[in-house]
């Protein structure tokens, strides 16, 4: 589900986990991601509910500057869900050409 949503475009941890067939499992998905992300995974691009960024320290930082290199806006240390958030449609999961 994360390789489907494309830069300068946001998800979150509950979207990612209801759209991979498990609506509850947000904190596993949010566990995954904050521990050690595969670098091959855009984990940056998943933030939690209303935009936020949840890690901390340079953890944040790295995220941040990730986006904004993709060209993701903040308002107030958020991001802008309503311009940048990505639905994530199950049936058009990523596939590597």
Same mark, same amino acid.
């Given at each position: 589900? +994360? ?5 300068? &475009?946001?998800?979150?941890?509950? %979207?990612? $986990? @209801?759209? %991979?067939?498990?609506?509850? !499992?947000?904190?596993?998905? %949010?566990? =995954?991601?904050?521990? *050690? /992300?595969?670098?091959? +995974? /855009?984990?940056?691009?998943? +933030?939690? @509910?209303?935009?936020?960024? &949840? =890690?901390?320290? $340079?953890? $944040?930082?790295?995220?941040? @500057?990730? =986006? ?11 991001? *802008? ?6 639905? =994530? &449609?199950?049936?058009?999961? !990523? &596939?590597? *050409?």
């Amino acid at each position: 589900m +994360l390789l489907s949503i494309p830069p300068g &475009k946001v998800s979150t941890y509950g %979207a990612v $986990a @209801a759209a %991979a067939g498990y609506p509850r !499992y947000h904190r596993a998905v %949010a566990r =995954l991601l904050r521990t *050690d /992300p595969p670098d091959s +995974l /855009p984990w940056h691009r998943v +933030l939690g @509910a209303g935009g936020e960024i &949840k =890690l901390r320290g $340079a953890a $944040a930082n790295e995220q941040r @500057a990730r =986006l904004r290199l993709e060209g993701v806006a903040f308002v107030s240390g958020r991001v *802008d869900m309503e311009r940048f958030e990505h639905t =994530l &449609k199950p049936w058009e999961v !990523y &596939k590597p *050409d």
